[in-house]
């Protein structure tokens, strides 16, 4: 058989490919659950975006399947096995201050400028005209090959959770959603609650009213508040803050309010992966009311945090330290700390562990330690890692498509994140940002390269190929 030169071949098929890419960029696939309808569960642009998809396989002769209006997939070829290339239509609200308007794609400078240019629906595209392609070429297949269409990435996964309800495994998969070259182990993301339940103080010292930080489990906290009824030596108070803020290099403020005292810290933001990246202002501010003449119950609570969770982001206090040679330390990130004079107070605790551990079987020993502390664990959530093989075939054919196609050696890759890829029984991660390239997922001015797109199209191609053949 003659030479395939699949760069050549989707670059002739540019213009096609960008006005596909455009169609589905123009839709405004944002999940919009108030607006849900029995026959478009997560809003009517979700589904239209999912139809516009299922449209185009039918335009080019594929069979197409709807799965619930949730998720769908474009089918082609014939064979027992099937290889699964999973991919999403919904994108993340839009935001503020686009050069050009987010759904109305344009290219400026050789790049594609749009809403989900980049997640995930010009890879959706890429990967849809890779299939395409080995129709048009006519090659000979041993395996069917679909291209999976989810509507849910980016907030619950209902719909992959639907799809593979009734619809086949694939042999073997990769998701066009993260990053080039290979993505082959994620840890798992265990998120969980430690509660102290509301109950009386057994002696009385400086009352904390109220304690707040962080929004979300899966980020450091940049910010904390505390309210404390009034201490009867506010300028002494004011000055052992004044002091530990600068002893430990933090902003923040000290304001008497009323008959409170109301103090501040300001704190650096991280992506939970790596909480070192970050400075955690609710456990600066947190550790500090450790060190007052607390009330019993704030003295309980905010004690647990200076000896279990301050300065400790690889859980060795709580008994969780754990690192493999695949994906490395276990993390923990305190996301959100709240305390109320008056109801349930709470850490809110996200986990990122290595492939080879098992969170769940820690729970028993984990909550014999809080229970002697007085707190509880509470709202266990588990999203187990995920891992192929080095030497599986999977990950053997994509590492020599990926350096064919490059020239650069296919290194694999790990996260502490979790990619759409897990949701598959052997799938990985597989483009469509190529090393070098800022991240612009999520973030205003989203764009792929046009070059990039192409290049990932001509990837995915020969995947598909090596893969089916
Ligand atoms: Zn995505």
Same mark, same amino acid.
């Given at each position: ?7 050549? @071949? ?142 849910? &990435? ?96 933090? &902003? ?40 007052? &003449? ?72 984990? @909550? ?42 296919? &290194? ?58």
């Amino acid at each position: 058989m003659a030479t395939i030169h699949w760069l050549e @071949e989707i670059q002739s098929r540019k213009d096609d490919l960008l006005a596909d890419a455009k169609g589905l960029l123009a839709i405004k696939s944002i999940l919009d659950e108030d607006h849900s309808m029995s026959d478009a569960p997560l809003g009517k642009e979700v589904k239209e975006a999912l139809d516009f998809m299922l449209q185009l396989g039918k335009r080019d002769g594929f069979q197409t399947k709807n799965v619930d209006n949730l998720a769908g997939h474009i089918e082609y070829g014939e064979g027992d096995e099937m290889i699964g290339i999973l991919c999403h239509v919904d994108v993340v609200p839009a935001g503020e201050g686009w050069t050009s308007p987010p759904f109305s794609p344009e290219v400026r400078d050789g790049k594609l400028y749009a809403r989900g240019a980049m997640d995930d629906k010009g890879p959706t595209i890429a990967a849809y005209y890779g299939m395409k392609l080995l129709k048009e070429l006519n090659l000979p297949l041993n395996r069917r090959v679909r291209v999976i269409i989810g509507t849910d &990435e980016e907030s619950k996964w209902r719909c992959v959770s639907r799809y593979f309800e009734t619809e086949e495994m694939p042999k073997y998969g990769f998701a066009p959603d993260a990053d080039f070259p290979i993505i082959h182990a994620e840890k798992g993301i265990a998120d969980f609650y430690i509660i102290q339940e509301d109950q009386p103080s057994t002696y009385e010292g400086i009352e904390v009213v109220s304690f707040h930080s962080g929004q979300r489990l899966n980020m450091v906290p940049d910010h904390a508040v505390a309210t404390l009824s009034l201490h009867k030596d506010t300028e002494a108070l004011k000055e052992s803050f004044l002091d530990y803020l600068n002893t430990h290099q933090l &902003e923040g403020t000290f304001n008497v309010e009323k008959d409170e005292v109301v103090l501040e810290v300001k704190g650096k933001a991280a992506h939970a992966m790596e909480p070192n990246n970050g400075v955690n202002a609710g456990l600066y501010l947190g550790a500090y009311l450790s060190t007052l &003449e607390l009330s019993s119950r704030p003295a309980q609570f905010f004690g647990f945090l200076y000896d279990f969770l301050f300065k400790d982001t690889r859980g060795n206090k709580l008994g969780l330290k754990f690192s493999d040679d695949i994906t490395g330390d276990l993390t923990l990130n305190v996301g959100t700390i709240v305390y109320q004079k008056d109801g349930e107070s709470k850490f809110g605790i996200n986990i990122r562990y290595p492939v080879t551990y098992s969170m769940a079987d820690q729970l028993g020993s984990l @909550e014999a330690l809080l229970q002697d502390k007085g707190l509880k664990l509470a709202d266990f959530d588990d999203s187990k890692p995920h891992h192929v093989e080095k030497d599986s075939p999977l990950i053997q054919i994509l590492q020599k498509v990926y350096e064919e196609q490059t020239g650069d050696k296919a &290194e694999l890759l790990t996260i502490g994140g979790g990619t759409y890829a897990r949701s598959l029984q052997q799938g990985v991660a597989f483009g469509p940002l190529f090393p070098g390239r800022p991240d612009v997922a999520h973030q205003k001015d989203e764009y792929m390269e046009v070059e990039d797109l192409l290049k990932a199209a001509a990837i995915y191609a020969q995947a598909i190929y090596e893969l089916a053949k």
